[in-house]
């Protein structure tokens, strides 16, 4: 009985340790979280210092959430932890996308493959908010640019045919991708035929007799 009692009290320490891993990982998780989106809102905004401000705080902090909880597998795969990686991602792949820079790897980002292709699916949203941002002020070939790469986007999940237990529903992921690029694909062009008939209207009243 005695060795039980022992054994009680290792269980109880072992939670304990476990519990407040937790609950440190979900403050880290809620800044990562705050620190991404506050990012993506910069960089639409055209604040490009303040947006790698941001990613920088980011970056910091998803090292030390991965850190913290080195020795807690359970932790570190959870929803909470990986759902935060997947938007320091996103964050990180719209910045560079926007400003026309180098992807960065999930190597480099030291992430899960699955989360960086998740991150990365969620990516396409952004491009969109952008593109239709671009095209309130008209067709731009800027438009095209970010269409074209979520076209890679795309490409490049649907070849992903893999268990939903393995790829974290990327799946159902790339279907509201297809979805997102096809009707940003559908709105410019509609923007490029209103471009070209603003412009033949303009030719044809110059040709108008004084």
């Given at each position: 009985?005695?060795?039980?009692?022992?054994?009680?009290?290792?269980?109880?320490?072992?939670?304990?340790?476990?519990?407040?891993?937790?609950?440190?990982?979900?403050?880290?998780?809620?800044?990562?979280?705050?620190?991404?989106?506050?990012?993506?809102?910069?960089?639409?905004?055209?604040?490009?210092?303040?947006?790698?401000?941001?990613?920088?705080?980011a970056?910091?902090?998803?090292?030390?959430?991965?850190?913290?909880?080195?020795?807690?597998?359970?932790?570190f795969?959870?929803?909470?932890?990986?759902?935060?990686?997947?938007?320091y991602?996103?964050?990180?792949?719209?910045?560079?996308?926007?400003?026309?820079?180098?992807?960065?790897?999930?190597?480099?980002?030291?992430?899960?493959?699955?989360?960086?292709?998740?991150?990365?699916?969620?990516?396409?949203?952004?491009?969109?908010?952008?593109?239709?941002?671009?095209?309130?002020q008209?067709?731009?070939?800027?438009?095209?640019?970010?269409l074209?790469?979520?076209?890679?986007?795309?490409?490049l999940?649907?070849?992903?045919?893999?268990?939903?237990?393995?790829?974290?529903?990327?799946?159902?992921?790339?279907?509201?991708?297809?979805?997102?690029?096809?009707?940003t694909?559908?709105?410019?062009?509609?923007?490029?035929?209103?471009?070209?008939?603003?412009?033949?209207?303009?030719?044809?009243?110059?040709?108008?007799?004084?």
């Open positions: 009985m005695e060795d039980f009692s022992q054994f009680t009290e290792v269980v109880h320490q072992a939670f304990e340790t476990l519990n407040q891993a937790r609950d440190n990982a979900l403050v880290q998780a809620r800044q990562l979280t705050r620190l991404s989106a506050n990012t993506i809102r910069a960089i639409h905004r055209g604040e490009s210092d303040a947006a790698h401000k941001n990613l920088a705080e970056g910091k902090i998803a090292a030390d959430l991965k850190k913290s909880l080195t020795g807690f597998p359970q932790l795969f959870a929803g909470y932890t990986q759902d935060a990686l997947k938007e991602v996103e964050a990180t792949l719209t910045c560079a996308i926007i400003e026309n820079q180098r992807l960065p790897k999930p190597e480099v980002l030291d992430v899960e493959i699955n989360t960086y292709l998740n991150g990365l699916a969620e990516v396409t949203g952004e491009l969109r908010r952008r593109t239709l941002d671009i095209l309130r008209g067709y731009s070939p800027e438009a095209e640019r970010l074209s790469w979520m076209d890679e986007i795309y490409n999940l649907v070849t992903v045919d893999y268990p939903d237990a393995l790829t974290n529903g990327l799946r159902r992921q790339t279907d509201l991708v297809r979805g997102i690029v096809e009707r694909r559908g709105d410019l062009t509609i923007s490029l035929r209103e471009e070209r008939l603003q412009q033949a209207l303009e030719q044809a009243i110059k040709r108008l007799p004084e």
